[in-house]
């Protein structure tokens, strides 16, 4: 009996996988995902007592390993200095992203383009404006004269954006894990390259 109940679980949580991921959390619907998990309507409310908690139950882990690995990424700087951390860029950045990407692909898409209408449906936004500010805050002194303040702000704002859109798109074309590595690190060392040219 109990393994069946795990069976239904996971046919349940597959299904709600497949449908945020393809419609949204808005436009996705618990009879839909009850109808694809070949359960009644009635039953899923048995396992899950509503579609956010659902939403939740598969989205809250990766939202937590994204913002524990941001927190990291920025202390792990912090404490070995800009130049060391980029000679170490492929374990505490390629590593970890890769792992994460590997692991959960489609909860770390859902989570960034799928997620309107719940608590997370602003999170790319702050994450981009996070990556933004601490590239701002990375340049040096002289870079950041009043009059460029603004123009840095901006393009700073771009390069974060394209990372993170980077990182999703690798997610959304997922082949295996060894393309996953090698098209982190060339985007990575795209994105280092470029930046450092700000620096010159």
Known sequence: MQLKKEEIRKRIEDAAREDFLKHGFIKTSMRTIAKKARISTSNIYNYFKSKDYLFYSLIDPIYEKVNNLLIVLFETEKNLGEDEFFRNISDVFTHPVGEIIKESAQELII???????????????????????????????????RENDFNYTFVMHIIANNLLQGLLEIAKHYKNDDWVDFNIDLLIKYHINGISILFN
Do not use: V
């Open 111 to 145: 989570l960034m383009d799928k997620s309107e209408g719940t608590k997370y449906e602003k999170f790319k936004e702050m994450l981009i404006k996070t990556i933004e500010a601490h590239f701002t805050e990375s340049l040096t002194q002289e870079k950041r004269s």
